[in-house]
């Protein structure tokens, strides 16, 4: 699935769209630089994992056609968010058993992202990411 930056346009059958505005992706578009690109490693690839828990969350549970994702990056942080909706209960982390083969999401955000929250509604997920170095 290819999907235009700043477009919100979609591939026929697609649930996901990158909703960020043109002004905020090229923050990170310069020199063809992603989110993952403006931190340091280990965390290089921290915005790829939690964008894939969040947009899956939102594919399974959500309650829009569309999903949402919108990047934005501040001196201090990447911000990542993604929009589903809401479903029958606001997201929250849950125990997982041994042997479930889901339910780690959430505790896993929660656990990797500087900081993260949901709308009091549940349309809205997002989560923080500190640069170091930041302003």
């Known amino acids: 699935m290819v999907i235009h930056p700043g477009s919100g346009s979609l ?9 960020t505005p043109e002004v905020e992706f090229a923050q990170f578009d310069a020199g063809r630089r992603g989110p993952g690109e403006v931190l340091q490693p280990p965390n290089r690839f921290l915005p790829d994992l939690l964008i894939s828990e969040l ?3 939102g594919l399974q549970y959500g309650r829009a056609e569309v999903v949402g994702v919108r990047l934005w990056r501040t001196g201090t942080y990447v911000g990542i968010e993604v929009i589903s909706g809401g479903g029958a209960q606001v997201p ?9 083969e889901g339910g780690r999401g959430l505790r896993l ?5 500087d900081a993260w929250g949901v709308t009091p509604d549940g349309a809205r997920t997002w989560c923080l990411l500190a640069i170091a170095g930041g302003e």
């Open 55 to 57: 947009v899956t969350n």
């Open 109 to 113: 955000v929660g656990v990797l992202a």
């Open 92 to 100: 929250c982390p849950r125990e997982a058993g041994r042997y479930d």
């Open 11 to 19: 591939q026929q059958g697609s649930r996901i769209s990158l909703i």
